[in-house]
């Protein structure tokens, strides 16, 4: 089975092989529950550097740097040799700034903007009944990624477009 932990085969020799499992089952249910990344950066006789990183939580278990310097601690502390120095490095999820689209966010920036469906239809080649279907109040259908990304960047062009001199 591939490792969890890039490149933990660095740690053999220096970490048990018990150690070596006890990290692995460790990392397997930090992926699965909370979707955390790790990676050993680099290895000497008296430093180990990890970084973790954490993605999307479908289950949202989300950690602030903080609780990731912890977690990395939980796991590493009771396998690595004594005069060890753990050094963390630990990025938490970042939610991107597309997640705030919807159809009351693309409406109002319409409305500000001016802009109308043919508009937003004729600069596209998106459907007019596409578009509507997806703006009505109606159907509140949950945009994709995709949909709200490309909405985000359509009216942050127009937006730097309009302030240009």
Not at 105 to 133: C, F, P, Y
């Amino acid at each position: 089975m591939k490792p969890l932990i890039k490149n933990i085969n660095s740690l053999y020799g220096i970490i048990s092989e018990d150690g070596i499992l006890h990290l692995e089952t460790a990392a397997r249910l930090h992926r699965q529950y909370s979707n955390l990344s790790f990676t050993v950066i680099q290895v000497s006789d008296n430093k180990i550097i990890v970084h973790v990183i954490q993605g999307r939580s479908s289950a949202e278990n989300y950690f602030d740097q903080k609780r990731l310097i912890q977690i990395v601690h939980e796991m590493f502390d009771s396998v690595v040799p004594p005069g060890t120095k753990l050094n963390i490095h630990a990025v938490p999820y970042k939610e991107p700034e597309v997640n705030i689209v919807d159809s009351k966010w693309i409406n109002n920036r319409m409305h500000s903007l001016g802009i109308k469906v043919k508009d937003i239809a004729e600069e596209t080649g998106i459907d007019r009944s596409q578009i509507s279907a997806l703006l009505s109040k109606e159907d509140p259908r949950p945009l994709s990624q995709t949909m709200k990304a490309f909405f985000y960047y359509y009216f942050k062009s127009k937006e730097s477009s309009i302030k240009r001199p």
